[in-house]
């Protein structure tokens, strides 16, 4: 499995003797800087951050660096390849640390549960170019700096599912025994966008739930409701989902053309732009 960052309070939880599985909840740095590189790019879905301070903070600790190559090659990656909304992501997860931004995979062959709009080839030059921005922005230092603040929004949206979180549930309600580690990653950067990556590392499967921040308190810290509880769900579920849909899209297609044409505009606005896109794309609260 990717070895996991400490920061602060962000650590294991477990949701009780009789609720199965184990979750961990952190803020995880290489979400931040992949947020940040395509904030920087001019990405729309990664340019809704709703933690006023923190998106300052960013902005002023990358806002100069944006010439920077891995801004222009992410820039050509969602023009050319269409690397945008859970690809980004995805590809965070797949990340060791922000110290090596090393995959914790070989990308050859490809990784099961790695998007396909990237390529080997670009993946590779992207993170040459995201290693040198992550040194010349120190944003490891930028990482530290903001500890109290990834730790308390740790803090709290880990007592909410703590409190109220079933996550036994997806595999019960899928009748999947398979174990799987459950990851929870609020997003300060990104604003109402939701995601559901996973990551296959010898065998062993890692679901994530990369949350967003869209609402924060009288003193403009994270804030979470249980309003969030079906969105956290929703996210896990697309490790479920996806494979399976992936599994028996031959016969899915068809009957999935002419349900996809009739709301297609409504999909297409929550970036959902064709059938044969079953990835998370924009759950935008």
Known sequence: MRRLVPIGLAAVLLLGASKDPEITVRVDPCVELMSAIFRLAGSPEYSKARVPADAAAVDARVGPHRDHQVVRIARDLRARRG???????????????????????????????????????????????????????????FVGANEALYAETAKRIRALVEK???????????????????????????????????????????????????????????????????????????????????????????PGERLFASAAQAMKKQAYTCLLYTSDAADDW
């Open 164 to 254: 109220d979180a079933d996550l036994g549930w997806c595999g019960r309600y899928f009748r999947q025994t398979k174990a799987r580690v459950f990851t929870l990653i609020p997003a300060l950067l990104n604003g109402g966008m939701c995601y559901g990556p996973r990551v296959v590392t010898d065998g062993k499967e890692e679901v994530f739930c990369v949350l967003g921040v869209w609402k924060i308190d009288g003193e403009g810290k994270p804030r979470f409701d249980g309003d969030v509880l079906p969105i956290v769900a929703h996210e896990f579920c697309h490790s479920y989902v996806n494979p399976f849909v992936e599994k028996h899209r031959e016969k899915l297609v068809p």
């Open 83 to 141: 690397v945008s909304y859970d690809a980004v992501m995805g590809m965070a997860v797949h990340l060791d640390d922000l110290e090596t931004l090393k995959p914790v995979v070989p990308l050859d062959p490809w990784p099961e549960a790695l998007d396909k709009r990237w390529t080997k080839e670009d993946a590779e030059r992207f993170l040459v170019a995201a290693r040198d921005f992550a040194a010349k922005t120190k944003f490891a230092e």
